[in-house]
């Protein structure tokens, strides 16, 4: 839609208090070229849009900006890290808010087993969950907020997609490239189930220097049981669960799945952020 026309509003558009905050985090507009038609935040309603009733690209209403210049920005978002940056800039600027450090000192890794569609990479089966589709490796600090996702095929164990997060994230901590909100130099904790016992547990303290404890179930626990700490990854999950296009996997690369965890936890962020 142009700027100048007025349309219907949606349950998932930013209000102005959601948009001022995330305002200043976006893309500065080019110098040259051709003036943009359609503004950020006419583009983030949209992809907020899809993101949380899982419609297709194609079907989103006539009355948001075109669908291909849409996917254009959220691919080209996802590509150069855009939807990372902004993901860590409202995770540290909420934590300081609720009156925590920026940077976690401890954190909580676990995955998540999800359906996907036919075709697409990197699909494989989860025996331990009966399930036939990718995983999603989330590390999350104790707020429950993403600190990073890592998309595999449901094949990968448990253990080498923690190696792959854990990885992924040190590299952001140690590699001059990456700018200032990647660098959680105060982790030093990370609690997982038991699925990550055994040799992880001295990789990570020979690798990484943190400590990965386990919290196992406990002896004779039948059903449902609230278990410390896997509880806030757990209700993370659930969150996810909630938009529609994270209920099932749709996409054709892993890489487009991590960016919908992020596009997520931006839109929760952001209601937090301007509204608690």
Not at 7 to 21: A, G, S
Request: proline share 5%; net charge positive.
């Amino acid at each position: 839609m142009s700027t100048n026309q007025p349309r219907q509003v949606y349950p998932t558009d930013l209000d102005d208090n959601e948009w001022n905050v995330i305002s200043p985090l976006m893309p500065k507009p080019a110098s040259t070229g051709r003036q943009r038609k359609h503004t950020w935040r006419d583009i983030l309603n949209a992809i907020f849009y899809v993101t949380r009733n899982g419609c297709l690209w194609r079907a989103l209403p006539h009355d948001f900006p075109p669908w291909r210049t849409v996917y254009h920005y959220f691919r080209k978002w996802r590509v150069d890290g855009t939807w990372e940056r902004l993901n860590t800039a409202l995770r540290e600027r909420l934590r300081e808010k609720l009156g925590r450090n920026k940077a976690p000192s401890a954190a909580i890794v676990d995955s998540q087993s999800v359906k996907t569609v036919e075709g697409g990479q990197e699909r494989g089966y989860d025996a331990g969950k009966k399930v036939s589709g990718r995983k999603r490796h989330l590390i999350v600090d104790m707020l429950g907020l993403v600190m990073l996702v890592v998309v595999t095929a449901g094949s990968v164990q448990d253990r080498d997609g923690a190696k792959m997060v854990l990885g992924a994230l040190w590299q952001r901590i140690k590699k001059p490239r990456y700018p200032h909100w990647w660098r959680f130099c105060r982790l030093e904790l990370i609690w997982a189930d038991g699925g990550y016992r055994g040799e992880l547990v001295d990789w990570v303290k020979r690798k990484f220097g943190w400590t990965l404890q386990i919290v196992e179930r406990l002896g004779g626990q039948q059903g449902f049981v609230l278990l410390p700490k896997r509880w806030i990854v757990e209700r993370t999950i659930a969150w996810l669960n909630r938009q529609r296009r994270l209920s099932r996997d749709y996409e054709r690369l892993p890489k487009t799945g991590e960016a919908f965890v992020y596009v997520a936890m931006i839109r929760l962020m952001l209601n937090r952020l301007a509204h608690d």
